[in-house]
């Protein structure tokens, strides 16, 4: 479960409600995830850093998902630096990078799991995934794919495998935040990848 505080990071200061739900979460045997935002590299990594220390502290959650990654080589040096921070901070933590498209082959010695593609289904029909992508095990890579049509879940799935993809979230959800809740064949998909495991 990713755990979005402000929209940008662990915010200033903690949130009873979320520590209350995190809770529950953990009790429930659910992995956490905390969200940070690095605006393509031009988020202060000192303020990464920061949300890092609060997720621990107030929730108790030391993985992390780096969102608004860079894709080129540019970045590599910021993601890198906060990579081996949350990693020496919480060793054995986990950094999910999402650059939401394939990025320069570097980044996979930067992220532990690499979101390889975010975005819409008709966008995802046109995906090009590199020929170094069997370089690594697919538990390397992840899917978001939204707007996806109930009868092209399966389809997707099974692409998603051939592509030698490790996780992958699929919903028809749309607009804004098609995050908002979980796909209406929420079940359904549960059950297509279990069968695929």
């Not at 590599?76 to 990025?103: C, E, F, M």
């Amino acid at each position: 479960m990713l755990i979005d505080i402000t929209s940008s990071g662990a915010g200033d200061s903690p949130d009873p409600n979320y520590q209350a739900t995190i809770r529950r979460a953990r009790a429930a045997g659910i992995t956490l995830v905390g969200y940070s935002a690095t605006d393509y590299g031009r988020r202060p990594a000192a303020a990464v850093e920061m949300d890092v220390r609060h997720y621990k502290s107030w929730y108790g959650v030391t993985d992390i998902f780096l969102d608004e990654v860079s894709s080129n080589d540019s970045g590599l040096a910021y993601y890198r630096q906060l990579s081996d921070y949350i990693h020496t901070s919480n060793p054995g933590s986990l950094v999910i990078l999402n650059p939401g498209t394939y990025p320069s082959q570097p980044y996979m010695s930067i992220g532990d799991i690499v979101l390889a593609f975010e975005g819409p289904y008709a966008e995802y029909l046109r995906i090009s995934v590199p020929g170094w992508v069997d370089d690594y095990p697919a538990a390397k890579f992840a899917y978001a794919i939204y707007g996806t049509p109930e009868s092209r879940l399966a389809s997707t799935i099974s692409a998603s495998q051939r592509e030698h993809v490790g996780y992958i979230y699929v919903t028809a959800n749309t607009g804004a935040n098609p995050y908002r809740s979980l796909a209406g064949y929420w079940a359904r998909e549960n059950a297509i990848i279990a069968a695929c495991a």
